[in-house]
């Protein structure tokens, strides 16, 4: 089996700050995804990767970078932080992007904006 | 787009007694369906996937249905245990966009 990491698992930021996430996957797989779930929200997606260099936005890009450097890693930025924000960050890899892939899911990354 | 309803947001429950939780969908062409649980503290883990064409899915102590007439999809605890406590949302995708919605999330507590 492989396991996905992210770090760092809590995160405290200022209003107006730059804040990168990061993931690393050792399953293999193909495609990446960031997503942001907030308490009663569900899961939003905002950025996934389909390969190495790759990046689509999803739902909830704006406001966010990424970037996809390695096969196994895919980093997230938060490009201004907003005042009071918090929220999990997600990230999940899939062995390829078709509709029927099982999603593995790391244990998140806790933000809170002060 | 898609949208999907998951049902209830908060359900407490004893232990042994069955608990259910419901997702509506809207988009009539989905037609690969999820059910993922959060452990406390812990990442999102695949329960069941299930194809369009299987109405009923067993799995190891609950079930899952779908309704594709009603654009249903349920998952079913039939003796819920303190292990069970977590949350659980649903997902769905294939359709127009093909794109993976996901329910807002049950937060199921099991007392002993």
């Known amino acids: 089996g492989g396991i996905i990491t992210q770090t760092p698992k809590f995160l405290i930021g200022q209003e107006g700050q730059k804040l990168t996430l990061k993931c690393q996957q050792n399953?293999?797989?193909?495609?990446m995804y960031w997503y942001r779930q907030d308490s009663g929200k569900g899961l939003r997606l905002i950025y996934y990767s389909i390969t190495e260099n790759d990046l689509q936005k999803g739902d909830l890009s704006e406001g966010y970078d990424a970037s996809r450097e390695k096969k196994s890693s895919f980093s997230l930025t938060v490009t201004s932080a907003q005042k009071n924000e918090m929220a999990v960050f997600l990230c999940?890899?899939?062995?390829?992007?078709?509709?029927?892939?099982?999603?593995?899911f790391g244990s998140g990354t806790r933000l809170t904006v002060l | 787009g898609e949208q999907v309803e998951q049902r209830p947001p908060h359900l407490s429950v004893r232990e042994g007694d069955s608990a259910v939780i419901t997702c509506t969908y809207t988009d009539p062409n989905s037609y690969y369906f999820f059910w993922y649980k959060q452990e406390p503290g812990a990442s999102l883990q695949l329960l069941m996937k299930v194809f369009s064409s299987t109405e009923i899915n067993e799995g190891q102590g609950f079930t899952v249905l779908l309704n594709k007439k009603d654009k249903r999809l349920s998952l079913n605890l039939t003796a819920a245990h303190p292990g069970d406590s977590a949350a659980y949302f649903c997902?769905?995708?294939?359709?127009?966009?093909?794109?993976?919605?996901f329910g807002k999330g049950t937060k199921l507590s099991v007392k002993s």
């Open positions: 997902a769905v995708t294939g359709g127009s966009n093909a794109k993976l919605t």
């Open positions: 999940a890899s899939s062995i390829g992007g078709g509709n029927a892939e099982t999603l593995y």
């Open positions: 399953f293999n797989h193909d495609t």
